[in-house]
């Protein structure tokens, strides 16, 4: 019998924190300036400066921990981790080490993962979150290389977690869960495309029923959630392969190439680094009064999981809705606002999830560009859910809407599309449509009942899509019946 394995994944994921200046000086913190214009003596490292901490940086690194469950302790420090590279001309870059600002927290997932199986529904632990100063952004040109400060000092949280993922999908979710936290929380925008958020990956893999974990293998270069998914899919498989052929494993740093879908070497660690950390001597501790992490506490927004429930319990949407609705803090504000203007809520949401969505991404514009505001699409449900337009016409007046901005009443006022719910107008066009078909009027006599739809779509048809489908339906059966 073959032995099973199972794979072991911890996360080390850096974010970098919205705020106006960088973590140690007053430089704009931007991403996309021209390269080397957000700059100063402090964030490229020239000797005898003085660092001064960016207070809404570290409420927002404690906001952050309080969102993902971590406890706060009263004291914290920052250290000096000393390297030699040249994107750190001071040869040490300013984290924390044995005092960070967030300790022990813990992030729910569950539902359906990535690949389209149930997640077990569990917490991932989190070790510790701290801050610290991202450094220079180093570009290769061929031979030589760009090195561009405007990164250096940008204030970054990372957020280590415990070696608790147990799949690529698990990770996946893990780290749309804490994307969406930190979205939610104002604390970062996280696109790994501008760099806002990176990850690393800790991987190791143990037969089934073992508890002691196997060497790790640590994967960088991993540029969006699915290359994390696919680069771990893959050290799992070579892992296996190396254990079942009789290879050790070794402790490494892997790089994943996303073209290849290969991972490569890039070194191997025997020994642990050595950052020789100590106590960064130009910063004072900080200390947190419990008052003060409180109040911090009392300031937090809606988490993603807490709104995902309170969009099930009162507005009755499926779990799977919720989370639809949910993924974007954006649009989980937009339904928000809609629901709360509208009598009919599950509707709402079926119009964003069906329609509103697909119109934004053919459109390539956010819902905060979207000339339907929610109210307007609150507005525009109620006209169905009363019978005022039906499902059918609503879909041309949503893409006026869309279009123009105009309102839903606006439009059907000017086009004429009210929906005809007079039933003596209704039975005129049944009694025609009836006429116009005798065969399909005999087939029904000899009970191929299904040739209704055909009359229900003459009489549509005739209306101009404006009758009312349940006084057709009714008034056809009626009539065919006689
Ligand atoms: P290092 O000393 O190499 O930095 P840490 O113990 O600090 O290692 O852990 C770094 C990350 O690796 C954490 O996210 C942790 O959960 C994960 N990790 C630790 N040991 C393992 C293992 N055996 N397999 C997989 N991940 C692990
Ligand atoms: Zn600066
Ligand atoms: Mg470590």
Same mark, same amino acid.
């Given at each position: ?336 606002? =809609? ?5 009919? *809520? @599950?509707? %709402? ?5 069906? !329609? #509103?969505? +697909? ?102 048809? =005739? ?5 009312? *489908? @349940?006084? %057709? ?5 009626? !009539? #065919?019946? +006689?």
């Amino acid at each position: 019998m073959s032995t099973q394995y199972e794979a072991v994944i911890g996360l080390e994921v850096h974010c970098q924190v919205l705020t106006a200046s960088k973590m140690f000086c007053t430089c704009p913190n931007e991403f996309g300036a021209e390269p080397n214009t957000n700059v100063c003596p402090v964030c490229m490292g020239h000797p005898g400066v003085m660092p001064v901490p960016n207070k809404e940086a570290i409420r927002k690194a404690v906001a952050a921990g309080l969102m993902c469950g971590c406890s706060i302790p009263n004291k914290s420090k920052f250290d000096r981790k000393s390297y030699f590279y040249p994107d750190m001309p001071k040869n040490y870059q300013l984290t924390q080490y044995d005092m960070p600002f967030c300790v022990q927290g813990k992030i729910h997932i569950s539902g359906k993962g990535f690949s389209g199986n149930e997640l077990p529904d569990k917490y991932i632990g989190l070790t510790r979150i701290h801050l610290e100063e991202d450094v220079a952004k180093s570009t290769h040109f061929g031979t030589s290389t760009g090195v561009d400060f405007n990164r250096a000092g940008v204030p970054l949280l990372e957020i280590v977690s415990e070696p608790d993922m147990r799949s690529a999908d698990e990770a996946y979710a893990y780290l749309t869960a804490l994307k969406q936290i930190m979205q939610y929380g104002g604390i970062g925008n996280c696109d790994m495309e501008k760099g806002q958020m990176r990850c690393d990956v800790n991987i190791s893999i143990r037969p089934v029923g073992e508890t002691a974990f196997g060497t790790k293998v640590e994967l960088k270069n991993l540029n969006s959630f699915s290359a994390v998914h696919r680069a771990i899919a893959y050290e799992i498989k070579r892992q296996i392969i190396m254990k079942e052929s009789g290879e050790r494993i070794v402790q490494e740093t892997r790089g994943w190439n996303d073209d290849t879908r290969e991972s490569y070497l890039m070194r191997t660690k025997e020994n642990a680094d050595d950052y020789r950390y100590f106590p960064e001597p130009d910063l004072l501790p900080v200390n947190f009064t419990d008052e003060e992490i409180d109040e911090i506490r009392q300031g937090l927004p809606e988490l993603p999981e807490a709104r995902r429930n309170r969009f099930v319990n009162d507005y009755s949407l499926t779990p799977y809705d919720a989370h639809v609705l949910t993924l974007e803090q954006d649009i989980s504000e937009y339904f928000d606002a =809609a629901a709360k203007s509208s009598k009919a *809520p @599950k509707l %709402v949401a079926n119009w964003i999830i069906s !329609e #509103l969505l +697909r119109l934004l991404s053919e459109a390539k514009i956010t819902v905060a560009e979207c000339k339907i505001k929610p109210e307007m699409l609150g507005e525009m449900v109620n006209m169905i859910d009363s019978g005022a337009i039906n499902g059918k016409i609503a879909k041309e007046v949503f893409a006026d809407m869309f279009e123009n901005g105009k309102t839903a009443a606006e439009i059907v006022k000017e086009k004429g599309l009210v929906q005809v719910s007079d039933e003596s107008a209704i039975l005129g066009f049944v009694q025609q449509a009836i006429a116009a078909n005798p065969d399909q009027v005999q087939q029904f006599k000899d009970g191929k009942t299904a040739v209704l739809q055909f009359f229900v779509g003459q009489v549509m048809k =005739a209306s101009r899509g404006k009758a009312n *489908p @349940k006084s %057709v339906i009714k008034l056809l059966q009626e !009539e #065919l019946s +006689r």
